[in-house]
């Protein structure tokens, strides 16, 4: 029986050379690439110089045996996500629970049933797809932290308060030297200039949350918390500035459309969480501070600073970041004037 | 008890045909005596670690072929090393000729 799914790259661990043959030969005849390691210490070199989508491994080795292997994979951020089918004798069976209490995806008793070897091996390799797939996904907006942390919560829906850096940033204007605009040329722009920001963002921990039109949020600190979410913020707002001049450099090269972007920044408690159905989630953050940093990058315009931020993002900000006073301003719908600062792009 | 179950052997020689029976038949009988050269070293050595380790691949591999007996003088063994109690007697010796006669017998069933 051949099987009908996409064949994977797997690792076949263990010290002895029948059942290394045994499980091999059995899914190498299911479509599989199959590698072979004859303990743990050869298994780590091979899982960290080459990339697996399974491993099965025996817990009995000497060198180094399953446990130890087991345990370096799950603290290693490269190795954590492949899945680790554990083969054992039955009378191991208390073993085998505690690897599977550690974080082993499954096990299999040796000598191995090949319907069972075919089933588990299939099984983790789809479910490894798809957290695959998802991780992908998220990793459009988000760090790879962020993503594995949303795939490991499971998007539990519920809100929590957390203390988070929000920033909202919208192109102010765009710069035509023809009279006509290409809407062609406009949805390009905006996809390279997206591509841009969002890089910024994430290569500063940021996850990006929404958008519609040619603006966008994103948020700092949460869904992971960090300590140090205003400067992240501010250091990725001032990424983005000197990106946006750099792609106006070459825009105009080609002569094409120049834009001008406005970023506000406001930091404090936002209310953070998942928001939809279990079909269709996004994290979201509300409150103050989110309407906050709203208002502040619609006064970017007015004020004609491209950052603007607030009192409590300006405080502990390392002093290479150069930021100015640009005094108190009563916000549309807020009852008290905000402290608000320009950062001076470098 | 036969030497080795008959339906486990066919079982395992269905799995994957011919070219493979024999490769595993022969990686049974190249492994076989050198594991029971360490647990004999093991003995020496009074390493309880080894001895268990080497009984417990030998257990598994005479499991994977149906060679039951051998299997269980095996795990005796395993369970003893375990223990750390290498007081075993004459249980290496019989465990030893349980292994050659089982040998003998998958040379024949080779295909």
Known sequence: MKSTREPGHLLVVDDNQVNRILLARGLEGDGHKVETAENGKQALEKLRSESFDLVLLDIEMPEMDGYEVLETCLQDAELREI?????????????????????AEDYLNKPVNPILLRARVNASLEKKRLRDEQRKLFRTFATKEVADELIRSGFSLGGKYVHASVMFADIRSYTTFTEKEDPVEIID???NYFALMFDAIVSYHGTINQMAGDGFMAIFGAPIH??????????????????????NIQQAAQNKVQIKIGIGIASGRVIAGYTGSQHRATYTCVGDTVNLASRIESHTKVADHPILIDQYTRENLPTDIEVEALGPILFKGKQQAINTFVVKPK | MPLIDKSTFEELKQMSGADFINELIDAFLDDGP????????????????SFRRNAHSLKSNANTFGATELGALAKELELMGREN????????????????????????MRS
């Open chain 1, 189 to 191: 722009l905006l996809n």
């Open chain 1, 83 to 103: 899945p680790i089918i554990m083969t054992s004798s039955l009378d191991e069976i208390n073993s085998v629970v505690k690897c599977v209490e550690l974080g």
């Open chain 1, 226 to 247: 960090r300590e140090d979410h205003r400067e992240q913020s501010v250091r990725a707002a001032l990424e983005m500035i000197k990106l946006v001049k750099g792609f």
């Open chain 2, 85 to 108: 109690n290498l007081e075993i007697g004459d249980r290496l010796e019989v465990l030893k000729g349980s292994f050659e006669k089982v040998a003998e017998e998958l040379k024949g």
């Open chain 2, 34 to 49: 050198h594991m029971l050269t360490q647990m004999e070293t093991a003995l020496i050595n009074k390493d309880g670690v």
